[in-house]
Nanobody, 119 residues
Framework: QVQLVESGGGLVQAGGSLRLSCAAS????????MGWFRQAPGKEREFVGS????????IYADSVKGRFTISKDNAKNTMYLQMNSLKPEDTAVYYC????????????WGQGTQVTVSS
């Protein structure tokens, strides 16, 4: 069974940085895409970005492009979300997720970690 555990959330001032981690376990992820999503209070969950486990190809939402970077450490089975130049509107619960390339949607989710950006 796939398990995803996020960590690294917290409170930061606007303009600051945080790095989130997503530790993955339960199987080999060589044919998986891993993603980050976020959900702010009263809003729908939105896509932040993703990375392919094999090739490391990344895509990002326009709202975070140039400020957030997704990376991975295959040896540690861990994905990261480096968040720079944080804005109050980045405040949300951040989730990591995963799906096999053969699946059309993300079907494994972590429990989420809170990120709060103060102005």
């Amino acid at each position: 069974q796939v398990q995803l555990v996020e960590s690294g959330g917290g409170l930061v001032q606007a303009g600051g940085s945080l790095r989130l981690s997503c530790a993955a376990s339960g199987r080999t992820f060589s044919n998986y895409r891993m993603g980050w999503f976020r959900q702010a209070p009263g809003k729908e969950r939105e896509f932040v970005g993703s990375i392919t486990w094999n090739g490391g190809n990344t895509i990002y939402a326009d709202s975070v492009k140039g400020r957030f970077t997704i990376s991975k450490d295959n040896a540690k089975n861990t994905m990261y979300l480096q968040m720079n130049s944080l804005k109050p509107e980045d405040t949300a619960v951040y989730y990591c997720a995963a799906h096999q390339y053969s699946d059309s949607q993300y079907n494994y989710w972590g429990q989420g970690t809170q990120v709060t950006v103060s102005s």
